[in-house]
């Protein structure tokens, strides 16, 4: 007899919908924000208090952060909803060995990336468009956020399988300890000691160190249904876990590879001070997509651990609620970006002549608020679905083939700030291509009495 399927009652299956879903976004949102936080505060700090030159360089290594995240979000997100349909279902060593196995592939992972990125950081700096003034201000800021790397990436695979194994309140309650050590410490190192950009960089690392610390006690001390079981992972079943979280990948590499693109546009139109205006929209931008993200990922958490106990009506109350979030967060941003842009602008860069550009971009870039997050949330939902065909459609459409067929075309539009508009349109032709896709899912899924 199998003593698992014994376990303590999963709220994720059992609890009120409207309530549980609260519950998860809560935590989600708060977890996601703190966990890429160190990003938004190391650029609003860096540009506030050491000028638009230092932004700028901060700014032009996003991309390269955007890749190592969406590597570790594929290997998190695909094993953690493996994890959750065999917790669903109530296999809980199976979920532990799918869990001990991801974690331990990043943090080997992280190690050999960050060995290899500092080794060739020269070339890498130059692909991305990183101008010979500012290589040298920029150089020692890489190598010290590199040297957390290996502890970032298990914190990333920590956070997401706490929150499937019902512990998504405390996951978040690491991270947001970690944020804000890395907002006092920017604080004190730049505005009050007045330190170079390496104090930016130092704030970071010592951020990553002390999420990665609060998450391994967590593991160690809250109960819950996964277990150190150390096991191998066969390179066919590590795709197989990737596979499910190939759209989320394919959604970071793609956004790195568009912002490089934009950032080599606006140097070459605009020069340092566009590079500096766009980031302030790139953190705006930023801010978005997490919140869309969170939203998403209780969505395909929900979604999955009740496809695995059978109950469909139950994970299509879940992605109704993920919709309906996700639609309302983005009209808000957009109403936001409206008001407040131009007092924004000016105030953060006093003057200076990114604050003009980063006015004349708010308008263009501010529709894509209202697309993102019903987008994202359409993704997850064929990601709980273990659609990753389906899904990493949708992420490839919105993130990168639409942007830059749009990029390529608006490029000669002889109109200012043109090509910017390649952003909103991409994520408005994907909207209506997910929704045709959702609406042929129901169609068959009406003419088949068994759900596959």
Avoid at 304 to 321: L, V
Wanted: glycine share 8%.
């Amino acid at each position: 007899m199998n003593t698992q399927a014994k376990a303590p009652s999963n709220p994720a299956i059992h609890a009120p919908a409207l309530a549980t879903f609260t519950r998860y976004v809560g935590a989600s949102v708060i977890g996601l924000l703190a966990l890429t936080g160190a990003a938004i505060v190391d650029g609003v700090m860096v540009g506030k208090w050491l000028g638009a030159d230092a932004l700028a360089a901060v700014n032009l290594l996003i991309p390269l952060w955007i890749l190592l995240f969406g590597l570790v979000l594929m290997l998190a997100i695909g094993g953690s909803v493996v994890a959750s349909r065999y917790l669903g279902a109530g296999h809980n060593t199976a979920a532990s060995k799918v869990f001990c196995g991801s974690l331990t592939i990043a943090g080997v992972g992280g190690a050999v990336l960050a060995a290899v990125i500092g080794a060739l950081h020269l070339p890498i700096m130059t692909l991305l468009a990183v101008p010979e003034s500012l290589q040298t201000m920029i150089k020692p800021y890489l190598l010290i956020v590199l040297a957390g790397l290996a502890p970032q990436y298990i914190a990333v695979v920590l956070y997401y399988f706490l929150r499937v194994a019902g512990q998504p309140q405390r996951a978040s309650r690491a991270l947001v300890i970690g944020a804000l050590v890395n907002i006092i410490l920017d604080v004190v190192l730049l505005g009050w000691l007045h330190w170079d950009i390496r104090a930016a960089a130092l704030a970071t690392l010592v951020a990553q160190l002390t999420q990665c610390a609060l998450l391994v006690g967590t593991f160690k001390r809250a109960p819950m249904p996964l277990r150190w079981a150390p096991t191998g992972l066969t390179p066919r079943r590590l795709a197989q876990f990737c596979a499910n979280g190939v759209s989320e990948f394919v959604n970071e590499v793609s956004a790195g590879l568009i912002l490089l693109v934009i950032h080599w546009l606006l140097s070459r139109q605009y020069g340092v001070a566009g590079v500096a205006g766009f980031a302030l929209i790139h953190y705006a931008l930023l801010l978005n997509i997490m919140l869309a993200c969170a939203i998403a990922e209780v969505v395909h958490v929900l979604v999955s651990q009740n496809r695995g106990a059978g109950q469909w009506r139950r994970a299509k109350i879940f992605f109704r609620f993920g919709m309906s979030l996700a639609v309302a967060t983005g009209a808000l941003l957009w109403g936001l970006s409206h008001w407040s842009s131009a007092a924004l602008s000016h105030w953060f860069f006093r003057g200076d002549n990114a604050a003009v550009y980063a006015q004349d971009f708010w308008p263009v870039i501010a529709p894509v608020f209202l697309f993102t997050g019903a987008n994202l949330v359409l993704s997850a939902w064929f990601t709980g679905l273990q659609q990753p065909g389906r899904s990493a459609f949708i992420a490839l459409s919105r993130s990168l083939a639409l942007p830059l067929v749009f990029l390529w075309i608006l490029y000669f539009w002889q109109t200012a700030h043109s090509f910017l508009w390649a952003l909103p349109l991409a994520e408005a032709a994907t909207l209506a291509m997910a929704l045709l896709l959702k609406a042929q899912q129901s169609s068959a899924w009406r003419l088949n009495t068994t759900p596959k």
